[in-house]
T-cell receptor, first 114, second 112 residues
């Protein structure tokens, strides 16, 4: 158990709907990361936060995607106007201590857009 | 785009045998990490090796890193059925670039 939880674990939505995922790292995780993983591939970086500041966003993160980390605790990832191509596993990871570089992943949220 | 590339893509071995998989990457790195993922689940961190290290051990795992060849290997000794999973290498590019770039993974099947 990495201490990182994600909700919901599964989400099925219709194309065009908005969805929001939540990630709860443990309190010591000052850096928090979001990745997306499609079938048969490794995870791809989306964005990361250091405390509440969003410091980097991948070009994969189109303007339909937004992420927040209010007060540097939990984080949310919202996808607006979902498309079938958004179907994937969305993974959140926390870094346990400053400078460790190790990332500990939550169980992921599997999104299916129909 | 993915930085790392694992080889082989798939590996099937008998319980008790050793499993070796390789990872090659394209640009210089700060650290290289190996992760395990059971089907449909999140990633489990296995080991991190820094760019100035050549070999690291953790239980039945042995990782080597050759920065001159831009490659790493993961050896799992005395494999067990529970080792059946996909294994990914992941790199971070520099001291201040924390995001991980993953390969497509090696799928390992351990037969009883």
């Amino acid at each position: 158990d990495t201490g990182v939880s994600q909700n919901p674990r599964h989400k099925i939505t219709k194309r065009g709907q908005n969805v929001t995922f939540r990630c709860d790292p443990i309190s010591e995780h000052n850096r928090l990361y979001w990745y997306r993983q499609t079938l048969g591939q490794g995870p791809e970086f989306l964005t990361y936060f250091q405390n509440e500041a969003q410091l980097e966003k991948s070009r994969l993160l189109s303007d339909r995607f937004s992420a927040e980390r209010p007060k540097g605790s939990f984080s949310t990832l919202e996808i607006q106007r979902t498309e079938q191509g958004d179907s994937a596993m969305y993974l959140c990871a926390g870094e346990p201590s400053e400078g460790s570089y190790e990332q500990y992943f939550g169980p992921g949220t599997r999104l299916t857009v129909t | 785009s993915q930085q790392g590339e694992e080889d082989p893509q798939a590996l099937s071995i008998q319980e008790g045998e050793n499993a070796t998989m390789n990872c090659s990457y394209k640009t210089s790195i700060n650290n290289l990490q190996w992760y395990r993922q059971n089907s449909g689940r999140g990633l489990v961190h296995l080991i991190l090796i820094r760019s100035n290290e050549r070999e690291k051990h953790s239980g039945r795992l042995r990782v080597t890193l050759d920065t001159s060849k831009k490659s790493s290997s993961l050896l799992i000794t005395a494999s067990r059925a529970a080792d059946t999973a996909s294994y990914f290498c992941a790199t971070d590019a520099s001291f201040y670039d924390y995001k991980l770039s993953f390969g497509a993974g090696t799928t390992v099947t351990v037969r009883a």
